[in-house]
């Protein structure tokens, strides 16, 4: 169902969250600090571990794709909630921490590229809707 893909999508975001206002607060910054970055790794991490089980269905797979198209609107919404101003005039820990995050995604562009899910030789197509 399209409802799975969505309820993974929400816990990933809901765990992803909690675990960027816990390093907000161990930085010392009154942010969520790469929660979103977080949720993103989990989904991705989740749908390969589903598909590398043969769990994920296609009707699950429509329902992560769904959200995949609502994905920047999203991330700009939620980036409006955070207090960029203050985390930056706070220290350089914000920069810091955004430039390394920037520089860790670029070197795992091409690792994660050359990952194989056994079983699936491409990628979550596109569904089809059925009329």
Known sequence: MVILGVALLSGSLLIGTFIGNLLGD????????????????????????????GRLK????????????????????MAATQNVVGAVTAGPVALV???????????LVPVLARVKTPGVDEPVAVFAEEN
């Open 58 to 77: 296609p009707e699950t797979s429509s329902g992560i794709s769904f959200w995949s198209a609502m994905y920047i609107p999203i991330v700009v919404a």
């Open 97 to 107: 921490a955004g430039l390394v995050a920037v520089i860790i995604s670029f070197a």
């Open 26 to 53: 161990v930085l010392g910054v009154d942010a969520n600090v790469g929660g979103v970055g977080i949720a993103m790794i989990l989904l991705i991490l989740s749908t390969n571990m589903l598909a590398r089980h």
